[in-house]
């Protein structure tokens, strides 16, 4: 699993190349703990970056909708696309205006996604879709029918030209600002789970589960 | 500032129009809780899309960076770009598996940036920075020099094409299955800061302010 993913021209850092990860353990970290990826295309050329859930299988980052969607259809047809995962950890409160800058881990990923059309490799990726948000729900609720499987469209992206960028730590200012009468450091930032809230049409003797009540994405090791 | 941005053919929703908000109070109040955006732009037919941070001036969106950024000097070159914000607000556990969704509110902005090139105008730029990331921060801090405001490229892309997409409460199922012995409902999600960490370089008389150690961007209302 330590495998270097294809260092290609475009996922190549040209500035601050320190920040440049290309560990592929380090890469499925990011992507695994995320919910979000931004997904950018041209249409007739036209930019768009478009929000969406994503999960990783393997070696393939899935991404999944309506049939009808407009977005997926496009994408079915093999055209490249950039697709970019984002976790901001922190703000970084430089001694200097200057010299502010955000802790994050973030992830591009280019390639051309393929159509998953096998009914089995489609349900298996659904699958993937619901442990990716909630390890574990998969199993209570009910499965995907024939129809919705036909409604929904699955496209996978091989990760196979890939990098990741990572910042963390302490501020770096110049040397003669170490000397300033002003507090630096980091705000660590993290997404956190609130109280679930029961649907309305809960029927009351069925409790909140302890996935629901305990949720946490947080799978940082090291430097907190 | 009630007003309506321009809806055209691309922030047009095809699908889900009921999630489509044009009204330029909420796109502002996406734009000015979240951190990061995400820049999607073609170079030589490849699409690439960068997370940066952003902040809101007016009916502006500007970006920054070191004059020697490869994205900010192909963008300031007047290519289309778009530019998307996305706060992640809560997982929505539905009784099927297909019905499960994300609450969220998103912003999509089309356009051509432009160089802030006039010094006065790039030092504003950058005091917007500063104060969206930390409010009273800039006070406080080393202004940028001279030469630190010739090393930084600031663009400004005009908020005129641009639309919220937003998704909020609880799951919507099948009629049929709201019988299901299964807990459904919405696990909120929240970007919450944890305690300030000291820069190991800070002198011991220096406090932790409040902004730093009461940060929060919460600035939702209504339903929660």
């Not at 999960?55 to 899935?62: H, I, K, S, T």
């Not at 995962?85 to 280019?110: C, E, K, P, Q, W």
């Not at 390890?135 to 209570?140: A, F, T």
């Not at 003669?176 to 997404?191: K, S």
Request: glycine share 8%; proline share 4%.
């Amino acid at each position: 699993m330590n495998q270097v993913i294809n260092r290609t021209e475009r996922t190549s850092l040209k500035r601050l190349p320190k920040r440049g990860e290309y560990n592929r353990e380090v890469i499925y970290s990011i992507l695994d703990e995320a919910l979000v990826c931004h997904v950018g295309f041209a249409v007739e050329g036209k930019t768009f970056v478009v929000p969406t859930g994503y999960a990783r299988e393997g070696d393939n980052l899935l991404i999944h909708g309506s049939s009808a969607s407009r977005m997926l259809k496009t994408l079915s047809g093999g055209i490249e696309v950039c697709v970019t995962v984002t976790l901001l950890d922190g703000l970084v409160l430089a001694r200097s205006a200057f010299h502010h800058s955000m802790n994050y881990r973030s992830v591009m990923i280019f390639g051309k996604a393929f159509a998953v059309s096998e009914e089995n490799e489609k349900m298996k990726a659904l699958r993937a879709f619901s442990e990716h948000i909630v390890k574990g729900r998969w199993q209570e609720v009910r499965s995907p029918t024939s129809k919705e499987l036909k409604g929904t469209l699955v496209l996978a992206l091989p990760l196979q030209e890939a990098s990741a960028k990572i910042r963390n730590g302490s501020p770096v200012d110049d040397e003669t600002d170490y000397e300033l009468n002003v507090w630096a450091g980091e705000i660590p930032l993290q997404l956190v789970a609130g109280a679930p809230i029961d649907d309305p049409r809960l029927t009351s003797d069925i409790n909140q589960p302890d996935y629901a009540r305990n949720y946490t994405r947080v799978k940082r090791s090291g430097n907190e």
